[in-house]
């Protein structure tokens, strides 16, 4: 089966700019999650989706960070506008559900830098 | 706080050397522990799930263990080579959320 995919795998911008990632889940798996992975640290999850309704965006920076799932496949990051301490790699991943026995898929990541 | 720890934080070793990687957790009522693999500049390769009803799960020369109670689970690699280098991750998986550690980078020299 084709995995999780991401696009762009690198982007530099400028603080103040705007970026945005894109995401393509497996197919049938209903769950998708964004996390942010500061270099050294482990993943941290930024949201959660489940179809295309939100589960948990309780980390998200709102005032800045907006993400969507449109039609419960595909899914946007957008960052808006950008500060230095977003640089990262975006990590989406998907599940087939959300709970219980379900291993989770990781896209290769978009590593963002933000200059 | 739910809280996902891993130690050591590097270990460099000779190859053929068996190694223990240890993950603990604050909070007991877990569905499941997840260890992933993750080589530079890549995304998080899935190596073993243990459901919470388990205590172990096998995959080739990989051996997780998990014990709730203590919330602690290991990670067991028998004869090391050096393309298992790369940083190993735990993760809790809860009611709707995997929690991640910082990973254990793992260097093993030929």
Do not use: M
Not at chain 1, 65 to 79: H, M, P
Request: hydrophobic share 35%; net charge positive.
């Amino acid at each position: 089966e084709a995995g999780v995919a991401q696009s762009p795998r690198y982007k530099i911008i400028e603080k103040r700019q705007s970026v945005a990632f894109w995401c393509n889940p497996i197919s049938g798996h209903a769950t998708l999650y964004w996390y942010q992975q500061i270099l050294g640290q482990g993943p941290k999850l930024l949201i959660q989706f489940q179809n295309n309704g939100v589960v948990d965006d309780s980390q998200l920076p709102k005032d800045r960070f907006s993400a969507e799932r449109l039609k419960g496949v595909d899914s946007t990051l957008k960052i808006q506008p950008a500060k230095l301490e977003d640089s990262a790699v975006y990590l989406c991943a998907s599940s087939l559900l959300s709970t219980g026995a379900n291993v989770l898929t990781f896209g290769a990541g978009s590593r963002l830098t933000v200059l | 706080k739910q809280e996902v720890t891993q130690i050591p934080a590097a270990l460099s070793v000779p190859e053929g050397e068996n190694l223990v990687l240890n993950c603990s957790f604050t909070d007991s009522a877990i569905y499941n522990l997840q260890w992933f693999r993750q080589d530079p500049g890549k995304g998080l390769t899935s190596l073993l799930l243990i459901q919470s009803s388990q205590r172990e799960q096998t995959s080739g020369r990989l051996n997780a263990s998990l014990d709730k109670s203590s919330g602690r689970s290991t990670l067991y690699i028998a004869a090391s080579q050096p393309g298992d280098s790369a940083t190993y991750l735990c993760a809790r998986g809860g009611t709707y959320k995997y929690i991640f550690g910082t990973g254990t980078r793992l260097k093993v020299l030929a």
